[in-house]
């Protein structure tokens, strides 16, 4: 092998080495991010705080939250927005057709809320900070809710399943949510908060 020969063969040989080394490295950090990925955002928690519960649809619209560019912000939303069920049945469904988005709330929802929330006004209360069975699930103020995920929870491309804490159940409760592409925008297409849970103690003949 003449002198240029055995410099182009080394050439040739640092090349190949550096695009083999090139191309591991793109591979590692192709994986590495990957697995940061996957590990991202799995059993997420965010807390969110209201100074008060909104009390018609122009309050609760003016919250910051009302942007619904999260699934988080959404679950939140819906259950600070039942709190003023008791006070005003119809302006609080009126913000629930809101994060119902192209939805509506039907005949069937409209009368399952009155069933199961409204003669017991204490579920939605006891998924808020400072809420005990033994206080009546009376929450501290401001209102504070923490929105949980698990590893499941964005599974199905634009759907999500989200996940609140009562204090007086010993399982989490689940809202179903959807995203519209087009808006980016996170609405509830299933509330399932609202089964029983431990009895307040002020109604409770056993306490």
């Known amino acids: 092998m003449g002198l240029f020969d055995s410099i182009k063969s080394a050439i040739k040989s640092d090349i190949t080495r550096e695009v083999r080394n090139g191309v591991n490295k793109m591979v590692n950090n192709a994986e590495k991010g990957v697995k940061n990925a996957i590990g991202k955002g799995k059993n997420r928690s965010v807390k969110f705080t209201f100074n008060d519960y909104p009390k018609t649809l122009a309050e609760l619209q003016a919250l910051p939250e009302a942007d619904l560019n999260t699934a988080f912000k959404t679950t939140a939303l819906v259950c600070i927005t039942l709190m003023n069920y008791e006070q005003n049945p119809e302006e609080t469904l009126k913000m629930l057709d809101f994060l119902n988005g192209p939805n509506s709330v039907e005949g069937h929802e409209r009368q399952f809320i009155k069933e199961y929330l409204g003669p017991k006004m204490y579920k939605i209360r006891s998924f808020f900070e400072g809420s005990t069975p033994e206080n009546d699930y009376t929450p501290n103020k401001p209102y ?7 590893p499941y929870s964005f599974d199905n491309e634009d759907w999500a399943t989200l996940w609140v804490k009562s204090s ?9 949510l959807r995203r519209k592409p087009s808006t980016n925008q996170w609405f509830y297409t299933e509330i399932q908060i609202l089964g029983d849970i431990r009895t307040p103690v002020s109604d409770n003949p056993w306490a």
Not at 144 to 150: D, R, Y
Not at 168 to 176: K, N, P, V
């Open 168 to 176: 007086g159940a010993d399982s989490d409760r689940q809202i179903i």
């Open 144 to 150: 504070v809710i923490t929105v949980k995920e698990n």
